[in-house]
């Protein structure tokens, strides 16, 4: 069993524990966004993301089984890389960009998450930093940041450990709003991200 971490005040769960994988280092298995590859990290024993299991898309499987990918929770995100050495110098990769290279043929210095930040299949990546129409911005000390604009007037929500969970955290606050200003047109008419589930 794996015990959840804390980022951004947000409590991160498995996508699959060690459990549902039968300690097996990788499992297919299908989901609402398509085909996956459960993959084990890398992590040593007594490590925080030890049988942590990450999501990639059944292409890219080789990517993940030529290298060592371990995973790093820190308190502000999570990060999944691998290090090499280059002539003599220690180089660190991270996963969500070389999954972007794999199927884009370009280099990019950010590379987003749109939904957990296990998950590592291509859908599920974005190079969009922000989107402010939705209400989630992109924050440089490394999360999601959630306001409602109204009025050139913003309101803050709150931090968001992906841009999906913004999304709902976004939803619920204008929700809330609605019921409290429901002669307000501009709150009325201010539309709901669409995610999966909505709140």
Not at 136 to 164: C, D, M, R, S
């Amino acid at each position: 069993m794996v015990n959840p971490l804390i980022v951004n005040d947000c409590e991160i769960r498995p996508l699959v524990t060690p459990e549902q994988a039968n300690l097996q280092d990788s499992v297919y298995g299908t989901d609402e966004y398509g085909e996956y590859v459960a993959c084990r990290l890398g992590n040593r024993n007594g490590a925080i993301m030890y049988n942590w299991y990450i999501l990639v898309s059944p292409r890219t499987l080789p990517l993940i089984q030529n290298y060592n990918w371990c995973g790093n929770a820190g308190s502000y995100n999570i990060n999944v890389r691998r290090r090499e050495n280059i002539d003599g110098k220690q180089y660190s990769f991270f996963l969500n960009k070389e999954v972007w290279c794999f199927f884009n043929k370009e280099t990019l210095s950010n590379v987003y998450h749109k939904g957990h930040p296990l998950d590592f299949r291509i859908q599920r990546l974005s190079t969009c930093q922000h989107n402010s129409d939705r209400g989630v911005v992109w924050h440089k000390k490394g999360f999601w940041q959630v306001q409602i604009t109204i009025h050139h007037k913003q309101h803050y929500v709150g931090i968001a450990p992906n841009l999906e969970e913004g999304y709902r955290m976004y939803n619920r606050a204008l929700q809330k709003m609605k019921q409290q200003h429901l002669n307000n047109l501009s709150v009325q008419e201010k539309p709901y991200n669409t995610v999966i589930p909505r709140f």
